[in-house]
């Protein structure tokens, strides 16, 4: 079974950029690691914005889906975690009176979340250092991402889930990981000057 990481935090934060360089630090240094990206932006880029809640539900699955595909590799890396379409779910809901429907999806999300959160071995949060560009793929803007930032650390908090903040560069940040995975950072020349 894989050790699961999941690298949480709202749009454009660095969470991909910094999936990719553990994944390749990691294969480099022979760890038999697998990754998967988050489902929702090929979602997103296929089918345009996301305008209703039971979307999330589909959004939950594709990313299980994919996840489920890493239980063969030793360490298992998403820039996601099947428990977000909770969050977003409640995010898009906002303060608005909820349909029936609504309210019944929104507690299915809850309760997939609660029996996945235990799966992941780590769960690491990225601040928001970096600034915000619009990619052409999001929705959000700067305003909505800090928003999103949110209410991840709200849920994380909410459910007394244990994460850990990693901040800096990628370079930095794939330090700190490494680290709580027992696991020396070997630099990887031809990544330093992306990772700075």
């Known amino acids: 079974m894989a050790k699961r990481i999941a690298v949480l935090g709202g749009?454009?934060?660095?969470?991909?950029?910094?999936?990719?360089?553990?994944?390749?630090?990691?294969?480099?240094?022979?760890?038999?690691?697998?990754?998967?990206?988050?489902?929702?932006?090929?979602?997103?880029?296929?089918?345009?914005?996301?305008?209703?809640?039971?979307?999330?539900?589909?959004?939950?699955?594709?990313q299980k889906r994919l996840e489920d595909k890493l239980d063969e590799f030793d360490y298992a890396l998403t820039d996601y975690a099947t428990f977000v379409p909770?969050?977003?779910?409640?995010?898009?809901?906002?303060?608005?009176?909820?349909?029936r429907k609504e309210t019944e999806i929104l507690k299915d999300l809850y309760c997939l979340a609660l029996e996945d959160i235990p799966k992941y071995d780590h769960i690491i949060y990225l601040p928001r250092e970096f600034g915000y560009v619009q990619d052409g793929v999001r929705w959000q803007d700067e305003e909505i991402a800090k928003q999103v930032d949110d209410a991840i650390l709200t849920f994380l908090k909410a459910e007394n889930i244990n994460y850990i903040?990693?901040?800096?560069?990628?370079?930095?940040?794939?330090?700190?990981?490494?680290?709580?995975?027992?696991?020396?950072?070997?630099?990887?020349?031809?990544?330093?000057?992306?990772?700075?």
Do not use: W
């Open 165 to 196: 903040e990693a901040s800096g560069s990628t370079k930095e940040r794939a330090k700190q990981i490494l680290k709580i995975l027992d696991l020396e950072y070997i630099e990887t020349k031809e990544l330093c000057s992306e990772a700075e």
């Open 86 to 99: 909770y969050i977003y779910g409640r995010f898009m809901l906002g303060d608005k009176k909820r349909t």
């Open 11 to 62: 749009p454009r934060c660095g969470k991909t950029t910094l999936i990719q360089h553990l994944y390749v630090e990691m294969k480099i240094a022979g760890l038999n690691t697998g990754y998967a990206l988050e489902y929702s932006t090929d979602y997103l880029r296929d089918k345009g914005m996301i305008e209703s809640i039971s979307e999330q539900y589909g959004i939950y699955l594709g």
